[in-house]
């Protein structure tokens, strides 16, 4: 229901049409309870946003009414254009949970149209970045952040149409859960969410388990950065299956790039959940319970882990698959017979836009 007020609402093609968002319910400790898979790309990413945020803000600075917003690639994010929107859910004066929507946006500033600035060589260049921040308080904007954003991107009256669908999209949820509160009970709720995720992590543990126990590993390059010429970039990864869990190790990729094809350490669990996934019982419950049994690594500074202040807008929409292609064919090595062959290597993003001469204002469009 949040996805499709989202998509009837939202003012561009990339959401009514490429649904590149994902809407997710959390629980009072910031667990994923539930998630809607409009955009696999995000599914990882979403989880560690709003535990960061929690962890920075402070669960009490939260307050009925309040929508919380960031779109930082260094705190759990993915790559800039997508931003995040948190508001929680209360009951009787109590804290049930939160509810999000991740959505990528068309236009941030930056360098280029659209953000996506393909010879970008730090994140100043990929456009707006925000840390968590407060944007509506008590059920009303706080002017000032929005006249801050809205003065940093070129399309502010489409960046305005498709923050308030997102914002909607979690009043819809605040509703909806709202009468599950109100039927069934803040405790029992609350309970059924906890087990839920504990069956979710049964299943997942159950799924691996089928998986020879053993080591696999596998490489792929990136043949271009955007700015260094004739440089190669390595993804490596070794899968260990050990009874009932799985760890997805990417020790050996190469240093993170000088150009913006590197990855957030969310973007990369995202691609290393949604491999999962494709592998195992699409009918498991998407909640943090099936993610438990799947430890990541990924070294910091690398091209899967970037710091500070390394671009990474490419990351998430080229190199996303590239790693998903690296692990089915770690895992294609223990069980051919479930992973599919490798993709294009490529979202496919077309983004044009610019300034129209005739009404002086900036467009953009983004199609996947």
């Known amino acids: 229901e949040m ?41 990882g990413a979403i989880l560690f946003t709003m535990q960061w945020t929690i962890e920075e803000i402070g669960l009490e600075q939260f307050k009925p ?6 779109n930082d690639p260094y705190r759990g994010g993915c790559h800039m254009p997508e931003h995040t929107v948190l508001k929680g859910i209360w009951h009787q004066g109590e804290l049930y949970g939160f509810v999000g929507n991740i959505a990528h946006l068309t236009e941030i500033g930056g360098k280029a149209v659209g953000g996506f600035a393909a010879d970008a060589k730090e994140v100043y260049q990929e456009g707006l970045r925000l840390p968590p921040i407060k944007i509506v308080s008590n059920g009303e904007n706080v002017e000032d952040i929005w006249k ?13 149409g498709d923050f308030h669908a997102m914002i909607g999209s979690l009043s ?9 509160l109100d039927r069934y009970g803040y405790e029992e709720v609350l309970d059924i969410g906890k087990r839920l995720m504990d069956y979710s992590e049964r299943r997942m543990r159950a799924e691996i388990s089928c998986i020879p126990n053993g080591q696999y590993s596998f490489e792929d390059w990136i043949e271009n950065d955007g700015v260094t010429p004739d ?8 899968v260990s299956v050990r009874e009932h869990d799985i760890i997805f190790d990417y020790t050996g990729t190469s240093k993170q790039a000088r150009g913006p094809c590197n990855c957030t350490y ?8 949604n491999a999962m996934l494709n592998i195992t019982d699409s009918s498991i419950p998407k909640n943090s319970g099936c993610y438990r049994p799947i430890q990541i ?10 710091e500070h ?25 223990a069980m051919p017979e479930r992973v599919a062959a490798a993709s294009g290597g490529s979202s496919c993003n077309f983004l044009f836009g610019g300034l129209d001469t005739q009404t002086g204002q900036y467009y953009a469009n983004y199609h996947i």
């Open 172 to 180: 819809v949820a605040e509703d909806r859960i709202g009468a599950l």
């Open 148 to 160: 801050i954003i809205l003065a940093n991107h070129r399309t502010p009256r489409t960046t305005w």
């Open 266 to 273: 969310g973007v990369t669990a995202s691609a290393t959940y």
């Open 65 to 70: 009414g309040d929508v919380y917003m960031h």
């Open 297 to 306: 690594i990924v070294p910091s500074g690398t091209l899967l882990n970037v």
């Open 3 to 43: 996805g499709l007020a989202m998509m009837k609402t939202a003012y561009s093609s990339i959401f009514n049409e490429g649904l590149d968002f994902s809407c997710v319910i959390f629980d009072r400790d910031g667990e994923m309870v539930a998630c809607a898979e409009f955009c696999p790309a995000q599914i």
């Open 309 to 333: 202040p390394g671009p990474s807008v490419g990351g998430n929409s080229e190199v996303h698959e590239r790693i998903v292609d690296v692990l089915f064919a770690c895992l294609g090595q």
């Open 231 to 238: 440089r190669r970039y390595r993804i490596y990864s070794t």
